[in-house]
Structure formats: structure tokens, C-alpha cells
């Protein structure tokens, strides 16, 4: 049943509503880019938009599917694997020597 009190899918409007509670989005920060985080729980959310908890959950999942598909049309960003085992090299280092293995 939608926001109208009809039945079938919620509209996009509604879907867009839940997704920005619950993710607590603003607007985006200083680099022009929103992080998100998830401030709410699922019977709050359903309980705010008067629905059921199941149906929250199959809504959210249905917008997230749809940001991975969108996140997968873009090129991922390259890693920098030395940096990463330069780190893990400094750590193993400082436990050893705390340990005092060297």
C-alpha cells in the first residue's frame, strides 16, 4: 500500500523519504559529498512512517540494490597495496618488540 492509501509499491518519493531518515542524511559536507550512517532503527522507522518492520526492511533493501547497481556503473578507485603492507610491516614490528621476539 502506498503513502495514498493505495495498494501496490510505495512511490519513489516515499521510498526516498525513508532512505534519507534513516541513513540521517543532510546534505553533503565541505568536499561536496554526503556520508551515511544509520541513526534509526527499524521499528522506529516503522513506527515514524506507519508501516511494519518487514516492510521497512524489503524497502531499504530495494534501495540499496539500487545504489549498488548505481556504485557499479563507476570505476573503482585504484588501492595502494604498498602502503597497506607498509602499515602491516610497522605494526608486526611494534608487537615484537613488545613482545620482545626481536
Not at 532512505?19 to 541513526?39: L, V, W
Request: proline share 5%; net charge positive; hydrophobic share 40%.
Amino acid at each position: 500500500m502506498d503513502i495514498s492509501g493505495n495498494p501496490g509499491a510505495l512511490d519513489d518519493e516515499f521510498k526516498t523519504t525513508l532512505f534519507i531518515t534513516a541513513y540521517g542524511i543532510t546534505s553533503s559536507n565541505f568536499e561536496g559529498r554526503q556520508y551515511y550512517n544509520a541513526p534509526w532503527m527499524t521499528p522506529q522507522l516503522a513506527k515514524q512512517f506507519k508501516l511494519e518492520p518487514s516492510q521497512v526492511q524489503e524497502l531499504l533493501s530495494k534501495c540499496h540494490q539500487r545504489l549498488l547497481v548505481n556504485r557499479n556503473r563507476r570505476g573503482r578507485p585504484a588501492t595502494d597495496d604498498k602502503v597497506l603492507v607498509s602499515w602491516n610491516a610497522l605494526m608486526l614490528i611494534t608487537i615484537w618488540l613488545k613482545l620482545g621476539a626481536i
